[in-house]
């Protein structure tokens, strides 16, 4: 992986046999300057997730108590002590989140670096691509290795950003995938996925199958930078 060309030429190559996992020719997608964030108040029948107030939805990877901290109403990633999940599964649902990355990126290379990951395995980026520019399946909002965003959509380092998702669960019969997972998904208001479906969990230069599972935790990443979280909250879909 080189600077001028971020990526990689021996890595797998995605289900659809066009591009390898973070391909350096894969085209970038093209930045859209949003208005700002999407900030909405949790509807009556929502579960609030995070509201400023307390982690008590939350745990630590290991299911103790969750390592990160609330700064003046926002929740904050401890960096190095590892992921924070919910302490429920989520399955199906319409989520809502709101993060920012450090005002201050310094010389980081990738910075502001975090995730969203929908039933533990399937990861939303999140990382500082206001001036930053790495590989395709990289972006902010791209699922992570295998979707870039339709569009670029950062806000600058430290702005409030949004993304409001709609997921869907894979479903199994038994060890047998029926249906992958789906979702459809919004960076400050902008639609830059719409009913993608995820090749398998999300990682770095790999590709994965399936394997079954049912509703699993939201889980947020601790990528070793203090990224902010607020207004948390999901709707369970029927």
Known sequence: MSE?????????????????????????PTKVDPAG???????????????GSDLDSWESEDGGE???????????????????????????????????????????RYPG????????????QILDCWEKTIYADGYTGAVYGQHPPGVNACLPPGAWESFDIVWHD?????EELVSPAALTAFHNGLLIH????????????????YEPHGPAPLRLQDHSDPVRFRNIWYRPLE
């Open 4 to 28: 001028e060309r971020p990526g990689f030429d021996d890595t797998p190559w995605l289900p659809t046999g066009e591009y390898r996992v973070h391909d350096p020719d894969r085209p970038h």
């Open 37 to 51: 964030p999407v900030t909405i108040e949790p509807p009556a029948d929502a579960t609030v997730l995070f509201d």
């Open 66 to 108: 969750p390592t990160w901290t609330i700064e003046d109403g926002d929740l904050v990633v401890e960096p190095k002590t590892g992921d924070i999940r919910t302490t429920e599964p989520l399955g199906d649902c319409q989520l809502h989140l709101e993060w920012a990355t450090p005002a201050d990126p310094g010389d980081a």
């Open 113 to 124: 670096n975090s995730g969203v990951f929908m039933s533990d395995r399937y990861e939303l």
């Open 170 to 174: 894979p479903v199994f019969d038994g």
């Open 194 to 209: 719409e009913n993608v479906e995820p090749f398998g969990p999300t990682h770095y230069q790999t590709q994965q199958d």
